[in-house]
């Protein structure tokens, strides 16, 4: 049976102090809830800071992204045995901020998607649309041709150890949110594609709802059956509002047992 999973993605904020007064507020808030899964991605020079944090809670520690060399001559790279180094299980790889703003490609995403399962991390690939995409109606042609890219490049196999976000790029950021319907329409859609290679490896696949995901709308978007939790950012930063999207995964755990 799939878990519930809860990733919060802090994006480029945070400071020492307010990293600090996060992690001190989430990880006595998180303890009880028993059964779903959860993580937050900090920014790089925070990891050793929230790492001590984290340790001995519930809450495991991801990055945001993960270089696609191993070591050497890549001024600015980290890469995935560094992430290791802090106990990192999770990396998020190909988040739209990445593609859009610094140019990401899908062959770059499938590469640093590869680099990660070699450091032994999970990535969490995000995929999705732009609003001019979905307007066109080629949703689902967008998300397909990024799931095929890592799918080339590492086998279908590879995706037995990842997480998949689907993040429609209209809805991150900006208030909007699919509806819970959109959600399950799209995540159906990765589900199926990914069983016509491997059937069982689709059925235990956690695929995520990412866009705009607060305390008011995710038990309705986890209540989904293909919406198997939720890749989090701008609530992320709240330890009340964060908190309470947990307890609603781990309320949607308690009702599938």
């Avoid at 994006?11 to 009880?32: C, D, H, R």
């Avoid at 041709?145 to 991150?172: K, N, S």
């Amino acid at each position: 049976m799939r878990i519930q999973l809860v990733a919060g993605n802090w994006k480029m904020n945070g400071s020492l102090a307010s990293n600090q007064a996060l992690v001190q507020a989430l990880v006595p808030a998180l303890a009880p809830l028993n059964g779903a899964q959860y993580a937050v991605c900090v920014p790089y020079p925070y990891l050793a800071q929230v790492q001590r944090g984290l340790r001995g809670s519930n809450i495991a520690l991801g990055a945001q992204d993960v270089c696609q060399f191993d070591a050497g001559a890549y001024t600015g790279g980290v890469s995935a045995a560094m992430l290791a180094d802090f106990e990192c299980r999770y990396v998020i790889v190909g988040h739209s901020e990445r593609r859009s703003v610094f140019g990401e490609t899908d062959e770059v995403v499938a590469v640093k998607f590869a680099a990660a399962l070699k450091g032994l991390l999970t990535p969490i690939l995000c995929v999705g649309e732009t609003l001019k995409e979905r307007e066109s109606g080629v949703t689902e042609a967008v998300v397909a041709r990024q799931l095929d890219a890592v799918v080339t490049h590492c086998g279908v196999a590879a995706l037995a150890r990842c997480v998949i976000a689907y993040e429609p790029v209209w809805a991150i950021g900006t208030g909007k949110t699919a509806t819970p319907q959109q959600a399950q329409a799209v995540h159906a859609f990765i589900r199926g594609r990914i069983a016509g290679a491997d059937r069982k490896l689709a059925e235990g696949l956690q695929l995520l709802y990412g866009g705009s995901v607060k305390s008011g709308n995710a038990a309705e978007l986890f209540a989904m059956p293909d919406v198997d939790g939720g890749l989090i950012g701008g609530a992320a930063l709240s330890a009340d509002e964060f908190t309470a999207i947990c307890r609603a995964a781990a309320a949607r755990e308690t009702t599938r047992v």
